[in-house]
């Protein structure tokens, strides 16, 4: 991409932020509340982070993704040194998201993908249902984590065109054979083998990657509350449907069965000594706080290919869509005019 192009971007947005800002001060002053403020509009003028074809990422932008991170380092008892990587590795990850997430969006406008203010609606009253709130409840959730419902609708929006879009240019493309499933099945023979297998069931509360000793107490805090509902004799299930914060949350949390050797240590060590109908306490996981259900032993004399099939396709089908987008958005990028400002 020429300077020449990039000049004429800047000068592009320089000219519609100057309007926006006279209008914004002429509204105050019309309305006899003009007042000075320190030039914002000038500064944020000149802080284009990035140029993604026609359209432009400001620090803003960037911004209201990263403050969040960027207190949390801060409360690190880390050098300035070690703050400064870190902030450094944030920024550079969060910009290059915001990219990938506007190619996504100018991809969904090239190819008029839409989403209708009536699917919006069918997805918050399922997510409404999914997690027994009221339509109240909702948005005083929302009010406390800083967003109206406007805004919510707007970033709900947003994210089903991408998914839509995912859907239709990658998952619809993916196939996997007979053969694919037969090969995986033969390459891992200690995975269907005879031996007990666990049918998990658990229960998470995320963790922030870079949460304080503070936010990472509140989250405990909470799921202490959580296994005591369990000790006094609620189901599991119930309360997994209401307080988990995993995409099967609303089947109780059903994980399905694993052999004890395929869980990891920890998990392991946790759940050997423990019978049908038991469950762990806490258990601190790189994904979050977590409590596990044994909701069945099955003592087996190995999956069959047949049985096993379903799991088998359902893994591989996920590991290439992961590729694939990958690959997908490579392409992206390099039949893109991309312009990172440091």
């Known amino acids: 991409m020429t300077d020449k192009y990039l000049n004429n971007v800047k000068t592009k947005f320089r000219v519609k932020y100057f309007l926006f800002c006279v209008i914004y001060l002429l509204s105050f002053y019309t309305s006899g509340l003009f007042f000075v403020r320190n030039s914002k509009c000038a500064e944020l003028v000149d802080r284009i982070v990035a140029v993604v074809n026609d359209d432009i990422l400001t620090y803003f932008d960037m911004n209201k993704t990263l403050e969040p991170y960027m207190e949390r380092i ?8 070690q703050k400064d990587k870190m902030h450094f590795k944030i920024r550079e990850d969060i910009l290059n998201q915001l990219i990938d997430q506007t190619l996504i969006d100018q991809e969904a406008k090239r190819l008029k993908i839409k989403v209708s203010d009536k699917e919006i609606d069918n997805t918050i009253e399922r997510i409404k249902q999914e997690n027994f709130y009221t339509d109240e409840e909702l948005r005083k959730n929302l009010a406390r984590e800083g967003f109206t419902f406007e805004e919510y609708r707007k970033q709900l929006k947003e994210q089903m065109l991408r998914t ?50 503070s936010e990472k107490k509140a989250i405990y805090d909470k799921m202490e509350m959580i296994l005591l509902k369990l000790k006094e004799g609620e189901p599991f299930e119930k309360i997994a449907a209401g307080y988990s914060e995993s995409p099967n949350a609303s089947e109780g949390g059903d994980l399905g069965l694993f052999t004890i050797n395929s869980l990891e240590p920890r998990l392991q060590t946790a759940i050997k000594e423990l019978k049908k109908g038991d469950f762990t306490d806490i258990i601190e996981t790189e994904q979050g706080y977590q409590i596990f259900y044994i909701q069945d032993i099955v003592e087996t004399s190995g999956i069959s290919l047949k049985d096993a099939s379903a799991e088998i396709e359902k893994n591989l089908f996920n590991e290439a869509v992961n590729e694939k987008i990958k690959t997908w958005l490579k392409d992206l990028r390099k039949r893109s005019q991309i312009k990172m400002i440091r």
């Open 74 to 81: 801060d409360t690190f008892e880390y050098s300035p040194e």
């Open 164 to 213: 839509k879009l995912i859907n239709r240019e990658i998952r619809s493309k993916v196939v996997i054979t007979k053969e694919d499933i037969k090969a995986f099945y033969l390459r891992n023979p200690d995975k269907y083998c005879r031996e007990n297998r666990y049918h998990l069931k658990n229960i998470i509360m995320m963790v922030p990657q870079f949460a304080g000793e």
